[in-house]
């Protein structure tokens, strides 16, 4: 049996082993009772070429492992198919560091089919990003902060925890082990008038700061994620954003931490914007 020997390839075996061409394949008996009956003898097999030898060799390790590498493969597909039920719906395949246009002046976002306008739309916000908001005082978060909370949608949704801290949050996420994108917004305890998502990635918890900002021409607060480089009006737009384009995280977000009415919690697949028809 095959599986009784460690396959070995030779160099110069015309030499050493005295075979007919130098492209050799020395077998070692890995069975002791067979190994004894031949006295610890090695098999050796001469090829013609090196591409032969390693035909050969591709064959005999096909053999030997060919139903680990198969039973291997089906586990895969198997815990594939269950990390797969987390999700409900599926997430388009664009590039997942593609950036979609989005439109925010409705109630939810909406992506941009025209390419004429998503054009016009990147244009103006290229324009608008000349301006450099200034982050307020900590006075001026914390009173916009109480008066955004009690008008904000997003204390509505069930991805946001308004008093959930970060150790919390870190456990919660971690039990469900390498699934990319679980993640909730909550309060920052330390800053107040920002928020905190927290997000999984490569079966690691992540907390980063959504930083309260305020524009010149913006009434209220906006918040942003990568130091003002992308600023939304408010945490669903910022949300909606990130569940559809990476930026500046390395994973989209894809399901969200679910507080019920017993005070538990559970996950649910993340709802991305709807899209024009």
Not at 138 to 157: E, K, Y
Not at 228 to 235: A, E, G, Q, S, V
């Amino acid at each position: 049996m095959i599986s009784d020997f460690n396959i070995y390839s030779t160099l110069n075996a015309r030499h050493y082993q005295r075979a007919p061409s130098d492209f050799g394949i020395i077998l070692r008996s890995t069975n002791k009772r067979l190994d004894a009956e031949s006295g610890g003898a090695l098999f050796s097999m001469s090829c013609d070429s090196n591409t032969a030898r390693d035909c050969w060799i591709v064959a005999m390790r096909l053999a030997k492992y060919g139903k680990q590498l198969r039973d291997n493969y089906r586990a895969y597909k198997t815990k594939t198919v269950e990390t797969n039920q987390y999700s409900s719906h599926s997430i388009s395949r664009e590039s997942v560091r593609s950036r979609v246009a989005m439109d925010f002046t409705g109630p939810t976002g909406v992506i941009i089919a025209d390419p004429v306008e998503a054009e016009r739309v990147k244009k103006g916000e290229g324009s608008q990003s000349k301006k450099q908001p200034q982050p307020n005082s900590p006075a001026q978060l914390n009173a916009r902060a109480r008066a955004n909370l009690s008008a904000g949608l997003h204390v509505t949704q069930p991805w946001f925890h308004s008093c959930m801290a970060r150790n919390l949050a870190t456990d919660l996420i971690s039990r469900h082990g390498s699934i990319n994108g679980v993640f909730v917004v909550r309060e920052s305890r330390r800053t107040p008038g920002c928020y905190v998502l927290s997000y999984s990635f490569n079966s690691r918890v992540f907390h980063q700061m959504i930083s309260a900002v305020s524009v010149d021409d913006v009434p209220n607060d906006c918040y942003t994620l990568d130091n003002n480089n992308t600023r939304f009006y408010d945490l669903l737009q910022l949300v909606e954003f990130y569940q559809l384009n990476c930026g500046s995280l390395p994973t989209r977000l894809t399901h969200h931490i679910v507080r019920t009415a017993s005070g538990d919690h559970r996950h649910e697949a993340a709802a991305p914007p709807r899209r024009d028809q």
